[in-house]
């Protein structure tokens, strides 16, 4: 009863009560008439505000009583008009001394750019729509200093690492968090298998947003930017707002958009094959993995080697130039009677770049209808369809996007605003499973076996499946290397995503300087998957079939308080008082069946062998948080802010955290406007910020529980056997969130009448108490746990140089630079601990080593004398080092971006270049098609000899001579991992595009408000210029997945590159 | 006021709906058990089967350097192991079973609810482990393990002091099974239950200490009083019996294959480990006479490996090198198609052809001498059913042999030796049936074994001491097939069997005299650092080089 009241008191209180207010609308223009686009309009002495249209037409709801509007617009000089009696209040701006600009800041509070102490990048809407690339993350690359993205594979869906100055956890999530229209946006990378069985490429969540559908993005990348999100916003945050989000600050009565583009995919690269030799070993053919074998009958050692073959293997290579077919194996005998024994000729064929030439289209189609339906109320739909299909066959993305944004104004002056977004989506791709140097190291690749195809097979003419039981038949003895082209056709992994999420919030302003709002969001996805193997291949022989179901809900509810007075006519103050309620729910469900019954029928009850598990987690995070922020005149700003969180995966004493932040912002422009005159400098600002935040672990690592197995063994006589065991995690009741604490200064100016704008930060993140998942030595009788100790540091540039070379009535060029590097250190881990594998292998991975960067890579060196000469072995060939070191450091010296847009009348030529400045990587491609004797540069002549450079045992210099195929075999190629490190420098053509809009007075007898053609491209020529030039590799793969490795290439599926045409058209 | 009030009505709902967004008490997994849920015949079937895993890979590493199996990992004994190599032994014995062993332990001595059998048997499993690892490792952490965080770093014990700890364990589990009490049952996978059986076991593993230690200072009276109660019959074989079970090959499931390791390793769709030349020639060519169980230890796929082209037998065109001018087998040893001590070249397609494991101890095929692979997915042979022989009656015949004709323990050395191989022959025939496919006309008949006996016993009536103790080493290094761990050991106190087949590669280095220590304890534990391959357990008192 007591319940209900309230209830009622509630509805009451929403109905019954008017508060006066009234709403102010007007146009934007400048000097010209011209309207100004995104100007701002903001309700003096508050965060009410909204920015101009397209057509320059603002409407803004205001509170009745004397109030003052400002209007602010880049490059213009802001003006403040307080309202009178009209509710039509016109602005013209004049270029002129200030410059503002209004950012969408944390809790998406919209405030002017120049009152922050802290860095923020704003991308809009035209930098997002209508890009070839499907992923809202890989849109980003390039356009945000401080801002490291990479995709994992060029297989469409694939996932998108990003991370943001720096990783500064260890081993926990380094990944940013995602806030979409002011509610947390799950982003995992979820995959039922680990990198290491193929679970690289799986898809990130942010998949699930349409980028066609996105109308702003903000990046707040340091602590003192990220503070009220708590700790999930550590990594920084990406603030995405939808049109269906920002539908408030509509004005126009209709708008219907609508947009078409088809895009071409294909491999960016094909790595060039030699020639001369085939199929084979020291020189002679016959059905090794390698091409190290005869050369082909065309070439003039061919001859030669002929008249000196004593013993040509099964191949049988003859005079003739023929071999014998290599299916002819006794088991293939009643499969293909006609193949065994059969001659064929031994000559080079093409069959990878055949395989890898393919091309895929996508195809993507959006709508948007915006509809104003009264003074207040506007609604929006959205609607946008993708199928983009990879450059291999069977690799496709379709994802249907629905989106509704509604914001009405109460009678009872409750602002009342929705959005709901239900996605869908299915993925389909073949298996990539990495590999060192041959077959997949735990289940299927379709990579691996096509890229080390003898050059002398023919692909696509020699079967591929047996016609008697379906399985794969390949050229090796034992039948023990899938067919790539089996493994296409008999092995997928299928993902489904429903997703919806969503708000629904609430304003009211209590008094002129007093705001309440309150928001819940949901954010809840299934996501099932499907990995299928059919029987008869040779890596997983009797087929597997294993499905997932996972379920995520995050409920986030935040009430705030807002508050601003302008205490004397120099200073102001606002801020907010708020809590926030965020429970995440993972719910996981898996199937595992092996040993298929019927060849090539995918359901569970036609395996034989099945196993299930389940899994559930709950995190729940209370936080409460308070914002000051004090501005004197208009040209010193100061903000604090702090947050308290409660976390539920800790235990009770360590559960709850503070972390406080502030900033500092002057403008000594606005301070002396005198500074100004000269137009050399135009605006300064200086900034500076510290931040701190904390990290939390995942759930259920503080307290012990009971090892348990079911069917761990069954004996002889049928007897089933289960398990107890101590279990080898040892939970860690002392478990405390980690800390991190940021300091960073910028300075921002507009310079030279503005045609050159740099914008610089320097920041210094320190992290400690750092939750590591750290293995113990078993000796402690557990072999894992979680603990906090490590410390380290990331300090690092980011800037960004703005130049307009050109600008007149028609005709604007602007230059962009962006400039990123991040130094990071491990500064310790914990008592006797020297170093920590961050991701990867025990003896090939990631390292967190102090003194070293972090993700320093270590793997299998050669034998060195003191000198560092390699120590050659009696049989003519390096030596192996038994200890492991140190190879190569992933992380890049320095990113830079240059982004060049040309503006000429109705047409717009954008292109950005990318620089990635060192950062090392482990290349399986490039060594092992050089190793294998593959690769272009292998073509030479093999029958000369080779003496290795080194010193033997004795120290003398090295006088063993080797055969060239022993040399690079295990010299060059596979043998230790130290030679198969590479410098990832690459600069790439990141995205052209050229669009055409056609001129206003051109539409004006048509209904089409705009329309536009787009040409564009991405990653259309790129070079690594220290790989070998044959591999035509492109570095910028994570073949560790998403999270916390880099620097690896295990043949996980080569990049891509897009290009096509875009139409877009306004009703 | 008023319409403050209403307004924190408004936030009363939001808080008083939102209780299950503020409960914070979500500490135990939901996904597991708590530790008071434990089960003790639970944790002794975890035991059991962690034990099985244990042995079987320090018997799989241990193999290699004695040529039981071929050394492929590396050309020389310094390269051919890594310290990652013995991450999973290091694993199994310190996170796996000796902290549940405790536990086993601590439950079965809960005051007022003793289960003697269940903590003796602890006990005995204990203290094989740690003197196990000891003859891998030498010094190695004891007094200071199984600690979690608060002891990060367990320091190395002394060797001798590990060993005698072991000692003093199987003592007090002598006392446990003397007492009685419920018997453990068919929950004892090694006896079902019989405490006389582990009573043997108990003596046996006394044996085997004194033997080991017998150049430190084992006792020829203490051996003497252990005589009347050890292991001489093979129905008192202390082995780990494998399943049939086969679940999801390749697929990579948690959940165990039951079957014989070896018998997964090579009788599914891979070729798993080359076998040992020297082993197999040892069996088939050495002594003119073939030994009886040589078709039940190898399976031939190939019975013609000289006709296997240059690519996938590159050996057969490369004649044989100078410092394989002794009794040797080179590239093959005849039609059995191992590997050379050391050869690590890269594999060829030879899966389906190189000789395997054979239905002794693995599992597998008998070898009717007709060829053809065996890679038909778990279809062949004993699909392995086969045994773990960690401490069998013929063993205890050759420890007493040994300790007869060198330390003067009771008996006549002559028939221990005898005894022994007859013990081993008798064992590995039973597994004939294990066979259905076998051809019974091949087993070997009682002439074949006399006559191999026989042979034995006179080359041994014809040898001086030495020659004596070369020849019982030889035939317990025979008759360990499956156990590398006594191998590796009798090999390092006694120097035999002598004339084994040197690494391909000449100019060798020397011997592997204990293992790496495992990457896991050299990278996690603040106190280890490496050691070298050649330093000496303490019980190795020979001179550094007198093996190669």
């Known amino acids: 009863m007591k319940k209900l009241s309230l209830v009622l008191t509630m509805v009451l209180f929403c109905l019954g009560i008017t508060i006066a207010q009234r709403t102010i609308t007007g146009t934007v223009t400048d000097d010209t008439g011209e309207s100004l686009i995104g100007a701002s309009v903001l309700l003096k002495s508050s965060s009410i505000g909204t920015v101009t249209d397209i057509e320059g037409s603002y409407s803004l ?106 990783y500064s956890s260890i081993t926990g999530d380094n990944q940013p968090l995602f806030v979409v229209d002011g509610v947390p946006f799950n982003a995992d990378t979820n995959s039922d298998r680990g990198f290491d069985a193929g679970g690289a490429t799986a898809s990130s969540r942010f998949l699930d947003l349409d980028p066609n559908s996105i109308a702003e993005i903000s990046i707040l990348k340091g602590l003192s930017a990220t503070v009220l999100y708590g700790e999930a916003g550590r990594n920084g945050v990406v603030l995405v707002t939808t049109k269906g989000g920002s539908v408030g600050e509509l004005d126009k009565k209709m708008e219907i958009s609508v947009s078409q583009s088809i895009f071409q995919t294909e491999v960016a690269g094909i790595p060039e094959t030699q020639k001369n030799y085939g199929n084979g070993w020291q020189n002679d053919a016959s059905n090794a993995f390698s091409n190290w074998g005869a050369p082909f009958n065309n070439t003039p050692e061919f001859q030669t ?109 409750v602002e009342l605003g929705a959005t709901f977004n239900y996605t869908k989506s299915t993925r389909n791709t073949p298996p990539a499973t990495p590999i060192f140097s041959s077959n997949p190291i735990d289940g299927a690749s379709v990579f691996s076996n096509v890229l080390y195809t003898p050059i002398s097979h023919d692909l696509y003419g020699w079967p591929n499946t047996n016609p008697l039981d379906n399985s794969s038949v390949y050229y090796r003895g034992g039948n023990d290397i899938t067919h790539p082209l089996w493994t296409l056709s008999n092995i997928n992994d299928n993902e489904k995503v429903d997703r919806f999420f969503g708000n629904v919030n609430l304003g009211y302003q209590i008094t002129d300087f007093l705001r ?80 298929q019954f019927v060849y090539n029928l995918f359901t569970h009850e036609n395996f034989i062998q099945h196993s299930n598990f389940s899994l559930n987690r709950v995190e729940n995070t209370i936080g409460a948080y308070g914002t000051v922020s004090a501005g004197f005149k208009n040209f010193l700003y100061l903000n604090f802010q702090g947050r308290n969180d409660w976390t539920s995966t800790l235990e009770r004493d360590t559960r709850s955290i503070f972390y406080p932040s502030g900033s500092l912002a002057f403008i000594p422009t606005d301070a002396f406007p005198n500074i100004t005159a000269s137009e050399m400098i135009n605006y300064l600002k200086l900034r500076v910020g510290y931040g701190t935040s904390a990290g ?116 604007q060029w602007t230059i962009t630079g962006n400039f990123t590097k991040n130094v990071s250190e491990i500064i310790s881990i914990a008592d006797g601990i020297d170093k920590v594998l961050i991701s990867g292998f025990n003896n090939l991975g990631n390292f967190a080593i102090p003194g070293e960067p972090y993700g320093i890579i270590e793997g299998s060196r050669i034998l060195r004398n003191d000198a560092g000469q390699p120590i050659i072995g009696n049989a003519g060939t390096y030596q192996q080092d038994p200890e492991q070191g140190i190879i190569g450091d992933p992380n890049p010296d320095f990113i830079f971006n240059i982004i060049n847009s040309v503006n000429f009348k109705g047409l717009s030529f954008r292109f950005q270049f990318d620089w990635q400045q060192g950062g090392d990587i482990w290349g399986s491609t490039a060594s092992t098609l050089t190793g294998r004797g593959i690769a272009g540069e292998t073509g030479f002549n093999r029958f000369v000899p080779v003496i290795v450079s080194g010193v033997k045992a004795d120290g003398t210099p090295n006088d063993i001579q080797i055969t060239a195929n022993r040399h690079y075999w295990e010299d060059t190629g596979v043998f230790y991992d130290e030679n198969r490190m590479f410098d990832a420098t690459t600069v790439r053509l990141r995205e052209v595009s050229l669009s055409y809009s056609l001129p206003k007075s051109f539409l004006e007898r048509t209904p089409f408000g705009s329309a536009s053609l787009t040409l564009s491209g991405q990653n259309l020529w790129y070079k690594a210029v220290n790989f070998p030039d044959s591999i035509n590799f492109d570095p910028e793969v994570l073949s560790l997945g998403v999270g916390n490795g880099q620097g690896f290439d295990f043949v996980t599926g080569p990049t891509a590159k897009r290009y096509g045409a875009s139409l877009s058209f306004t009703f | 006021m008023n319409k403050l009030y209403k307004i924190l009505m408004v936030f009363a709902i939001f808080l008083g709906s939102s209780c299950g967004l503020t409960d914070l008490d979500h500490l135990d997994d939901p996904n597991k058990v708590t530790p008071d849920n434990a089960e003790i015949s639970l944790f002794f079937n975890a035991i059991q089967l962690n034990f099985k895993d244990f042995f079987m890979a320090a018997s799989d590493q241990t193999m290699p350097v004695v040529r039981m199996r071929a050394m492929t990992g590396g050309n020389t004994y310094n390269n051919a192991y890594t310290p990652v190599s013995f991450n999973f032994i290091w694993n199994r014995a310190y996170s796996d079973l000796l902290p549940d062993i405790d536990q086993l332990i601590s439950i079965a001595e809960t005051p007022g609810s003793e289960i003697p059998t269940y903590s003796g048997a602890g006990k005995i499993l204990k203290a094989y482990t740690l003197m196990t690892l000891v003859d891998l490792f030498g010094k190695v952490p004891l007094t200071e393990i199984g600690q979690g965080v608060s002891l990060p770093s367990p320091k190395a014990d002394d060797q001798a002091m590990v060993y005698a700890s072991a000692l003093s364990l199987i003592d007090a589990a002598i006392v446990d099974f003397n007492t009685s009490s419920a018997p453990i049952g068919s929950n004892d996978l090694f006896y079902g239950g019989d405490a ?99 078709r039940y230890y190898f399976y031939r796929q190939d019975l013609e490996p000289e006709l296997a082209d240059a690519f996938t037998l590159d050996c057969n065109s490369i004649p044989r090198p100078l410092h394989y001018n002794g009794p040797y087998p080179w590239c093959t040893a005849g039609s059995y198609w191992g590997r050379d001590h050391g050869d690590n070249a890269g594999i060829p397609p030879d899966g389906d052809r190189r000789t395997v494991h054979g239905v002794y101890p693995a599992g597998g095929s008998f070898d009717n001498g007709l060829g053809g692979s065996v890679q038909n997915s778990g279809a062949d042979g004993g699909k392995g059913a086969g045994i773990a022989p960690i401490m069998l009656s013929s063993f205890t015949h050759f420890m007493l042999a040994e300790a007869a004709l060198t330390m003067g323990v009771t008996g006549d050395a002559k028939t221990y030796l005898e005894d022994g191989i007859r013990q081993s022959i008798a064992k590995v025939m039973t597994f004939g049936a294990m066979d259905s496919k076998a051809d019974a006309s091949l087993f070997p008949t009682m002439e074949d074994i006399d006559a191999y006996v026989n042979l034995v016993s006179s080359n041994y009536d014809g040898a001086d001491d030495a020659g004596k103790l070369d020849i019982i080493i030889k035939e317990y290094h025979i008759a360990l097939w499956g156990n590398g761990i006594e191998a590796y050991n009798a090999y390092r106190r006694t120097g035999y069997p002598s004339g084994m087949q040197p690494t391909k590669e000449p100019n060798q280095d020397a011997f592997t005299r204990s293992m790496f220590y495992p990457a896991d304890y050299v990278n996690l534990n603040a106190n280890a650092s490496q050691k070298a391959v050649t330093d000496q357990v303490f019980w190795d008192a020979n001179p550094a080089d007198f093996i190669q």
């Open chain 1, 305 to 413: 080697h002929i008249n000196g073959i004593t013993n040509g293997g099964r191949y049988a290579l003859g005079e003739d130039g023929n071999i014998t077919h290599p299916y002819t194996f006794t088991n293939f005998a009643d499969a293909f009677p006609d193949i065994k024994d059969s001659r064929i000729p031994w000559v080079a064929q093409d069959a990878v770049a055949e395989f890898l030439g393919g091309t895929g289209l996508v195809n993507n189609t959006s709508l948007n209808i915006a509809n104003k339906l009264s003074e207040g109320t506007s609604v929006n739909f959205s609607y946008g369809y993708l199928n983009d299909e990879g450059f291999i066959p069977n690799n496709n993305l379709e994802r249907h996007n629905f989106g509704t944004g509604l914001r009405t104004n109460l009678s009872n002056g």
């Open chain 2, 196 to 294: 006389s059986k582990w009573l043997k076991l108990a003596s046996t593993l006394k044996l085997k200490y004194l033997v080991t230690t017998r150049l430190v200072g084992g006792s020829a009276s203490d051996i003497n009083g252990l005589i009347p109660n050890l292991i001489t019959s093979i129905e008192d074989d202390f082995q780990f019996k494998f399943g049939t079970t086969r679940t999801n090959v390749g697929a990579g499931n948690a959940n165990a294959d039951s079957r014989h390791n070896n018998y997964q390793r090579q009788y599914e769709n891979g070729a798993g480990r080359y076998l040992s030349n020297y082993y197999m020639w040892s069996l088939s060519e050495e002594k003119g006479i073939t030994d009886p169980r040589l």
């Open chain 1, 516 to 595: 309440a709002s309150y928001r819940v969001g949901i954010d809840g996805y299934t996501q099932t998957q499907r990995y299928t193997i059919n029987k008869g291949g040779s890596q997983v022989p009797d087929g597997a079939m294993n499905t997932s179901e996972r379920r995520n809900l995050i409920i986030d509810q935040t009430a705030n308080l807002i508050y601003n007075a302008n205490l004397t006519t120099d200073w102001s103050i606002d801020g907010i008082l708020g809590v926030n309620l965020r429970r995440e729910d993972r719910d996981r469900v898996f199937a595992l069946s092996t040993e």
């Open chain 1, 696 to 811: 939390y672990p995942n759930p259920y690592q503080t307290r012990n529980f009971l090892g348990t197995q079911t069917r761990s063994f069954v004996t002889d006589g049928g007897t089933v056997l289960n398990t107890n065991t101590v279990d080898n995690r040892f939970g860690n009741p002392d478990l405390e969130p980690e800390r991190h604490t940021e300091l960073e200064i910028g300075i921002e100016g507009k310079f030279f009448k503005r045609r050159i704008g740099i914008d610089i930060s320097l920041y210094d993140k320190q992290s400690k108490d750092l939750i590591i998942d750290l293995e113990l030595d078993p000796s402690t009788g557990f072999s894992q746990s979680t603990i906090n100790s490590a410390k380290m540091q990331n300090r690092g540039i980011e800037a960004s140089l703005n130049i307009i070379p050109v600008s007149t009535n028609n005709t």
């Open chain 1, 61 to 166: 709801e205001i509170p009745d009583g004397d109030q003052t509007l400002v209007f602010s617009y880049t490059g213009y000089a802001a003006q403040e008009v307080a309202v009178g009696a009209s509710n039509v209040v016109n602005m013209v701006l004049s270029e002129g001394l200030e410059l503002s600009e209004v950012v969408v800041t944390g809790l998406g509070i919209k405030r002017e750019k120049k009152a922050l102490g802290y860095a923020v990048t704003t991308i809009g809407s035209g930098d997002v729509n209508l890009k070839p690339e499907s992923d809202v993350g890989r849109i980003l690359r390039g356009k945000v200093p401080g801002v490291n993205i990479t995709s994992t594979s060029g297989l469409a869906g694939s996932g998108t690492n990003i991370i943001i100055r720096g």
